[in-house]
């Protein structure tokens, strides 16, 4: 009777777009183009694409094969599938524990963006003549308390608000309406940099390869990348995948998010190179690259008024409907395991996530001196969240699929919806089947060894 009043995607462009929203998120407008132009434009990007291919598809495939299969949260969906072994159900409760953590902190930078519409729209821009100065000012912005908590909380309200209408009403129509939106002022914006005087370095940087910038470490950030992007490891997607049809078919479905979500970072990475290429500012400003750079190239351009609005309105956008992915698996496993309902669970889990917040906003006034290994809580969640949970969590969902639950009855659920891509492409499903149980794990692992610093602490002994 639970699993009959289930709520579901009213359509399989609904689920398209809310996963691909889940994965569209900060990773791709800001930490894609700042990664890129510190590992060399376009070789970085051909390395990120095979990483994509590689590791990112094949471990969603599975994550959303979990979840439709079992059509429960992580915790139930592992429970469910290995009979209730007490290891399996404490790795979906790792996705679990992952989406609150993460949650917490990412409200906070997507707090920063949401401020920044009104900064923009402030005209304050205008007052910085260099990338130093915007930076300046960004950093007085998050010492002030009010101004930093105050957008978080507001985020999280918008981010509950959305949860809280449920799947169809709130998630699904959300997803419908932001990620037009979303790729619409994208495209604006891309336009806009194109047609910059000078935008054409910005393009071959961006597009030309640069093989002389390829090393170890950026191989290892592109399969970082490739990973985090597509919220792999974190639930979120397996409990998308919950809400979706066994009638439709998944691997088709799992391409257009990769597609979109690529696609996303590709035009962000050109819509900015060609801003900061044409005002004659560095592309490998790091993190910084949003707050501190792009503000000053739009002082620089024609239009840069209103296009620095249309920016952070984007920016917000598309940390969104990642958040709202993030709440939700909070939200599932408290109606699935606990009984319930959504409101409730949206209300008490969505206000404690914002509680858990506040240190990682104090991080950077009132907290500023408070420390964990020489890290403020703000870098400390986003190094377990980020650097451990995520890509444990993402070793084992491949792991489980290909050695655990096995192939002889994962790929029987895998065919449902799928049956002429079977009969069609055979060699499709050979492919997935090799790279999740051989190149996954192994490539998830280098990773994580690399992300902890063992790597680096090898190579230094070595």
Same mark, same amino acid.
């Given at each position: 009777m639970?699993?009959?009043?289930?709520?579901?995607?009213?359509?399989?462009?609904?689920?398209?777009l809310?996963a691909?929203?889940?994965a569209?998120?900060?990773?791709?407008?800001?930490? &894609?183009?700042?990664?890129?132009?510190?590992?060399?434009?376009?070789?970085f990007?051909?390395?990120?694409?095979?990483c994509?291919?590689?590791?990112?598809?094949?471990?969603?495939?599975?994550?959303?094969?979990?979840?439709r299969?079992t059509q429960?949260n992580?915790v139930?969906?592992?429970?469910?599938?290995?009979?209730?072994s007490?290891f399996?159900?404490?790795?979906g409760g790792?996705?679990?524990?992952?989406?609150?953590?993460?949650?917490? %902190?990412?409200?906070?930078?997507?707090g920063w963006?949401?401020?920044?519409?009104?900064?923009?729209?402030?005209?304050v821009? %205008?007052?910085f003549?260099k990338?130093?100065?915007?930076?300046?000012?960004?950093?007085?912005?998050?010492s002030?308390?009010?101004?930093?908590?105050?957008?978080?909380?507001?985020?999280?309200?918008l981010t509950?608000?959305?949860?809280?209408?449920?799947?169809?009403?709130?998630i699904?129509?959300?997803?419908?309406i932001?990620?037009?939106?979303?790729?619409?002022?994208?495209i604006?914006?891309?336009?806009?940099?194109?047609t910059?005087?000078?935008?054409s370095?910005?393009i071959?940087?961006?597009?030309?390869?640069?093989?002389s910038?390829v090393?170890?470490?950026?191989?290892?950030a592109a399969?970082?990348?490739s990973?985090?992007?597509?919220?792999l490891?974190?639930?979120?997607?397996?409990?998308?995948?919950?809400?979706m049809?066994?009638?439709?078919?998944?691997?088709?479905?799992?391409?257009?998010?990769?597609?979109?979500?690529t696609?996303i970072?590709?035009l962000?990475?050109?819509?900015?190179?060609?801003?900061v290429?044409?005002?004659?500012?560095?592309?490998?400003?790091g993190?910084?690259?949003?707050?501190?750079?792009?503000?000053?190239?739009?002082t620089?351009m024609p239009?840069?008024?209103?296009?620095?609005?249309?920016?952070?309105v984007?920016?917000?956008?598309?940390?969104?409907?990642s958040?709202?992915?993030?709440?939700?698996?909070?939200?599932?496993?408290?109606?699935d395991?606990?009984?319930?309902?959504r409101?409730?669970?949206?209300?008490?889990?969505?206000?404690?996530t914002?509680?858990f917040g506040l240190p990682s906003?104090?991080?950077?006034?009132?907290?500023?001196?408070f420390?964990?290994?020489g890290?403020?809580?703000?870098?400390?969640?986003?190094?377990l969240a980020?650097?451990?949970?995520?890509?444990?969590?993402?070793f084992f969902?491949?792991?489980?699929?290909? %050695?655990y639950?096995? %192939?002889?009855?994962?790929?029987p659920?895998?065919?449902d919806?799928?049956?002429?891509l &079977?009969?069609?492409?055979?060699w499709?499903?050979?492919g997935w089947?090799?790279?999740?149980?051989? &190149?996954?794990?192994?490539?998830?692992?280098?990773?994580?060894?690399?992300s902890?610093?063992?790597l680096?602490?090898i190579a230094?002994?070595l």
């Amino acid at each position: 009777m639970a699993q009959a009043k289930r709520e579901q995607w009213g359509s399989k462009i609904g689920f398209i777009l809310a996963a691909a929203g889940s994965a569209i998120g900060l990773g791709n407008i800001w930490k &894609f183009p700042y990664i890129t132009g510190q590992y060399g434009g376009a070789a970085f990007i051909l390395i990120y694409l095979i990483c994509t291919a590689i590791i990112g598809l094949p471990v969603l495939m599975a994550e959303v094969l979990i979840g439709r299969t079992t059509q429960k949260n992580p915790v139930g969906a592992f429970k469910k599938l290995s009979e209730g072994s007490k290891f399996w159900t404490a790795i979906g409760g790792m996705g679990v524990a992952a989406g609150f953590i993460i949650l917490s %902190y990412y409200a906070v930078v997507a707090g920063w963006a949401l401020g920044y519409i009104y900064q923009a729209a402030s005209g304050v821009f %205008y007052e910085f003549s260099k990338p130093e100065v915007a930076g300046q000012y960004f950093n007085s912005l998050i010492s002030d308390t009010v101004w930093n908590v105050g957008y978080f909380v507001l985020f999280m309200a918008l981010t509950m608000g959305v949860v809280y209408s449920g799947v169809k009403n709130g998630i699904e129509r959300g997803s419908k309406i932001m990620m037009p939106v979303l790729f619409l002022l994208l495209i604006i914006l891309v336009i806009r940099g194109v047609t910059l005087e000078g935008a054409s370095a910005g393009i071959k940087y961006f597009l030309h390869p640069d093989w002389s910038h390829v090393t170890g470490e950026a191989i290892l950030a592109a399969m970082g990348q490739s990973f985090f992007t597509l919220s792999l490891g974190m639930g979120a997607m397996l409990t998308y995948g919950s809400y979706m049809s066994r009638k439709e078919n998944l691997p088709s479905s799992a391409v257009s998010i990769v597609t979109l979500d690529t696609l996303i970072a590709l035009l962000a990475g050109l819509a900015i190179f060609t801003g900061v290429f044409a005002t004659g500012l560095s592309p490998k400003a790091g993190p910084g690259l949003i707050f501190h750079t792009l503000p000053v190239v739009f002082t620089k351009m024609p239009g840069g008024y209103a296009f620095s609005i249309l920016f952070f309105v984007l920016l917000t956008i598309a940390a969104l409907t990642s958040s709202i992915s993030l709440l939700e698996v909070i939200t599932a496993y408290f109606i699935d395991e606990k009984g319930w309902s959504r409101h409730r669970a949206v209300i008490v889990f969505g206000g404690l996530t914002t509680l858990f917040g506040l240190p990682s906003a104090f991080s950077y006034n009132l907290m500023g001196d408070f420390r964990i290994f020489g890290l403020n809580f703000f870098d400390s969640v986003d190094f377990l969240a980020a650097n451990i949970l995520l890509p444990v969590g993402g070793f084992f969902i491949s792991v489980f699929v290909a %050695y655990y639950w096995g %192939y002889k009855k994962a790929l029987p659920a895998l065919r449902d919806g799928a049956e002429n891509l &079977f009969e069609k492409y055979p060699w499709v499903i050979t492919g997935w089947k090799i790279l999740l149980k051989y &190149f996954a794990p192994v490539l998830i692992f280098l990773v994580f060894l690399n992300s902890i610093g063992i790597l680096k602490l090898i190579a230094d002994i070595l």
